[in-house]
């Protein structure tokens, strides 16, 4: 089966630019999870999708970033607009339910300058 | 709240000699427990995982690790390493199998020949 994609796979924008990552995920897999990896620091949750709806947002730093799920498929996260400690590896992970643990993307490399 | 330490931030190796990566955890429920690796500019690839059973769990590519309960610590281990093993390893602490990951730092395993 396909993996878990994500792109660009890497983006530089300017301070106060806006920046929208993408993650599909793995067919028929309901879980949607996003994560960041600040430099030097720990890989955080950011947010849970359960199909299309937000099951854990407690993740998400503040108000500049927005994430969705249309229709239960692909997830996008908008980060507008962009700060410098915004920058950092965004990744992306499905699972079905049920044990397992999830399966990542590659991730996408942001950085803010 | 659950909490993961890595206590070495990087493990240089010879190729073909044992190595252990350390991890210890606090969580005030059931856990479940992750090691993830990351190879140079790829994604996060599930290693191995404890759900329950036997505490001794085998992983991909000959890597290992025993759950402690006593000691709240889940080490990776393998007995002779490659130059290709040469990656940075995340241990992560679950009360699911599908809920919020929390990672540790990190430790970056360097295998010179």
């Known amino acids: 089966e396909a993996g878990v994609t994500q792109f660009p796979s890497h983006s530089v924008i300017e301070k106060g630019q806006t920046v929208t990552l993408r993650c599909d995920p793995i067919s028929g897999h309901d879980n949607l999870y996003w994560y960041r990896r600040v430099m030097g620091k720990e890989i955080k949750f950011l947010l849970h999708f359960v199909k299309e709806s937000k099951q854990d947002e407690s993740g998400m730093p503040n108000n500049r970033f927005l994430a969705e799920r249309t229709g239960g498929t692909y997830s996008t996260l908008k980060v507008q607009p962009a700060e410098l400690e915004d920058s950092g590896v965004y990744f992306c992970?499905?699972?079905?339910?049920?044990?397992?643990?999830?399966?990542f993307g590659s991730g996408t490399r942001l950085t803010v300058v | 709240a659950q909490s993961v330490t890595q206590l070495d931030s990087q493990v240089p190796v010879f190729e073909e000699a044992p190595v252990e990566l350390r991890c210890n955890y606090s969580s005030s429920v059931s856990v479940y427990l992750f090691w993830y690796v990351q190879y140079p500019n790829q994604g996060l690839q599930l290693l191995l995982k404890y759900l329950s059973g036997s505490t001794l769990v085998k992983g991909i590519n000959g890597f290992e690790a025993e759950f402690n309960k006593s000691q709240t610590s889940f080490h990776l281990r393998k007995p002779s390493v490659h130059i290709s093993d040469t990656a940075e390893y995340f241990c992560a602490v679950s009360d699911s199998g599908y809920s919020t990951l929390t990672f540790g730092k990190g430790t970056m395993l360097l295998v010179s020949p």
């Open positions: 992970a499905s699972s079905r339910r049920g044990l397992g643990g999830y399966t």
